[in-house]
């Protein structure tokens, strides 16, 4: 209606032109027609147009108004006074067609428009006009017929911004709108564009064509869209249809780029700058409903293919997602470290709990209570900065707050593991359950291929079964139940690392006998820790080489992170002893490291001698399947080969001498890489 009362002042003009001749029309002033139409803006909107600039007609077949300085009046409790700014517009229209009252615009050109569109702290839109003036105007445009929205046939605008505020939230969003150029030939037609902007500083251009324009609120005919986007560097192309009334977009995606760095505006020095990204998809949405198929994701090194549906009809969001890969490169996705890394920003980060290692950040654990999930992934392999996996399968469920990871199986370093994990969010305090069996882990290799170390070689079967509570992993470490366990069959250490924690034994005994080995043969290795309320206790604690064995005990507070073990070292040879039993104290982040003076003076070997361990622990071992054939099992019992209980005869020590020079710096030194202190 708005349009149709300004439109129709300029149709009686032109009117007297074909009437009454141009001499006349050239004489009209076209400032006497800004009242009438400032009344028509005002009835329509109840909100004040001005027109402070000068209006002017120029005469022809396809006569043109421009105007200067024209405003509009923003909502009362908006930001600033005006909703609009324009400070030049200029309109050119079709006269044959005007005269039959078909409205065709021929050319709008619009310079430097600020629009700012906002809301208040309740969500009510500056573009809600007032309700007695908007009623008005629907009843009259209801009398005169709603009409059709007029063609366009070109479109300018130049050094446009356009400006949302959210009152809600707080944000604000601003486009730049360098220029706009679009065009189409009539209604039947599709419109093509180009544009170039900046979204909140981020230079974008746009280009493609969509259309046809009759068809934008068509619920039956859709309208065709072939567009690209250039934005960050990356080039975006939609090619599909879209129907406005239905909701309904059928559309493929392609988004490449020659490497991210174009994305360090938006994402930091955190993006890997270096990789090449191809993406192609089929993308549908149809009310409630959405799908992603055909999925094809390169980027550098790494592929991942699949499908992922969202339905949100339902009282939460339900997310399907099918995803395969043959590589998953995850290191090549870590920002690069030193000068423009990530890691530069992170090694100054300073902890959340000083003195402490476990995070007491809270977990994003609510995310679980606002959507449903079904999820299943097939990667053959999976690289991390760490450690590389292989056929890693999954399954994860999520409903009412309840994440399960169950089953997912992996490889690593050849060797078959199986997880599952719950995480349920649904409670008042979020509760997890963990669960984990390696039966053949190569330990050795394990720790090779972490870059961990290649001291140690073996093939051993480890258990872990965990329980807890809590909104951070500090909370969750310190409520932990359940237990873990290792039992190591025969394998081999290296000979001078071993020595350093035990105190040179394995040398000494080689250079007694006159034969001296890069690795010490390892017969077995025993562990199992119970946890109860956060304190992990040695039950079985043991390691047995052909020289020596080396028992360990204590216990470890996970909520406190303090340690309280001690490691006893202890020859197996009668005339030598030189070893010295280890306290290790402290905490996760400082451990601590000393001699135990009590245990110097009674030796090991009188222990040994009955049965150290919990008769409960060991059957726990033997379950393991090694059984009664595990030394490690026998030592434990108080059968095996026992470490001496005799102190050291003077003659083999002073023949060792050089070997076992400042054993106990050396302990230290393997404990405190061990757990990570910095020297």
């Known amino acids: 209606m708005k349009i149709g009362k300004i439109v129709a002042i300029v149709a009686v003009i032109i009117v007297v032109v074909i009437g009454g001749g141009a001499a006349y029309l050239a004489s009209l002033d076209m400032d006497t027609y800004r009242p009438e139409i400032a009344k028509a803006a005002k009835d329509a909107t109840g909100r004040t147009l001005k027109l402070e600039g000068t209006l002017s007609l120029a005469v022809s077949l396809t ?13 009362t409790w908006g930001s600033r006074p005006q909703m609009l700014t324009l400070r ?32 208040d702290k309740n969500g009510k839109g500056n573009w809600v006009f007032d309700e007695a003036a908007a009623a008005k105007s629907e009843t009259e445009a209801a009398d005169e017929g709603a009409g059709a929205i007029p063609h366009i046939g070109e479109l300018q605008i130049k050094n446009g911004l356009l400006t949302y505020n959210d009152g809600v939230s707080g944000e604000t969003i601003k486009v730049k709108l360098t220029s706009i150029e679009a065009d189409a030939a009539s209604t039947s037609d599709p419109l093509n564009f180009v544009v170039q902007a900046a979204y909140n500083d981020m230079p974008v251009k746009l280009k493609g064509k969509a259309g046809p324009l009759k068809n934008a609120m068509d619920p039956v005919a859709p309208m065709q869209v072939d567009l690209l986007a250039e934005v960050l560097g990356l080039k975006i192309g939609v090619k599909g249809a879209a129907q406005v009334p239905t909701k309904t977009v059928d559309a493929t995606i392609d988004i490449s780029a020659s490497d991210l760095s174009g994305l360090q505006p938006l994402a930091g020095d955190g993006v890997p700058a270096n990789l090449p990204l191809k993406l192609t998809a089929a993308v549908r949405a149809a009310g409630d409903k959405a799908t992603i198929t055909d999925l094809k994701l390169a980027l550098g090194n790494s592929d991942l293919a699949g499908n992922i549906s969202v339905d949100s009809s339902g009282k939460l969001p339900m997310i399907k997602v099918d995803l395969s890969s043959k590589r998953l490169d995850l290191a090549e996705l870590q920002p690069a470290s030193g000068e423009g890394g990530a890691a ?17 950040d809270p977990l994003p654990l609510d995310v679980l209570k606002t959507v449903e999930a079904d ?19 999954a399954t994860v469920t999520v409903r009412k707050g309840r994440l399960a990871l169950k089953p997912m199986s992996l490889t690593v370093a050849g060797s078959p593991v199986s997880l599952s994990a719950i995480v349920n969010a649904g409670g008042k305090v979020p509760s997890v359950a963990f669960e984990m069996a390696a039966p053949k882990l190569d330990v050795g290799r394990l720790l090779t291929e972490a870059k961990a170390t290649d001291l140690l070689q073996g093939t051993g079967n480890l258990k872990v079964k965990l329980l807890g509570s809590g909104k951070s992993v500090a909370a969750i470490a310190g409520s932990l139940n359940g237990g873990t366990s290792l039992l190591m069959n025969q394998g081999k250490v290296k000979t001078a690392a071993f020595d350093t924690a035990i105190g040179g034994l394995s040398a000494v005994m080689g250079m007694m006998s006159g034969e001296k080995s890069e690795w010490t043969v390892l ?40 340690l309280a073990m001690k490691v006893s070292p202890q020859s197996k040879s009668a005339t030598l002893n030189v070893a010295v039993p280890i306290k290790i104290g402290g905490t996760f982040a400082e451990p601590s490291f000393r001699p135990d003076e009590l245990a110097t003076a009674r030796r090991l070997g009188g222990l040994l001698g009955a049965t150290l361990f919990p008769p409960a622990a060991l059957l726990a071992l033997g379950d393991l399947g090694s059984g009664d054939d595990n030394p490690c099992l026998k030592i434990a019992q108080g059968g095996g080969k026992k470490p001496a209980a005799q102190a050291p005869a003077k003659s083999a020590t002073d023949t060792a001498t050089d070997a076992v020079k400042a054993p106990l710096e050396g302990l230290k030194k393997g404990l405190d890489s061990l757990f990570g202190k910095k020297k």
């Open 344 to 360: 530069k920003p992170e090694a100054t980060k300073k902890p959340s709990r000083p003195g402490k290692v476990l995070p007491n």
């Open 88 to 119: 030049r517009f200029e309109v050119q229209l079709s006269l044959i067609p005007l005269l039959f009252g078909d409205i065709q615009i021929n050319r709008l050109i619009l310079i430097e428009p600020d629009i700012l569109m906002e809301t």
């Open 375 to 393: 999820a299943k992934i097939a990667f053959a392999e999976v690289i991390t900065p760490e450690i590389t996996l292989r056929d890693v399968t």
């Open 523 to 562: 017969n077995c290795v025993a562990s199992r820790f119970d946890i109860k309320k956060g304190i992990a206790t040695s039950m079985v604690l043991l390691a047995d080489t052909e020289y020596s064995t080396v028992v360990g005990e204590g216990s470890m507070n996970l909520g406190e992170e303090t």
């Open 63 to 75: 006569p043109t108004v421009s105007g200067e300085g024209i405003s509009f009046a923003n909502a």
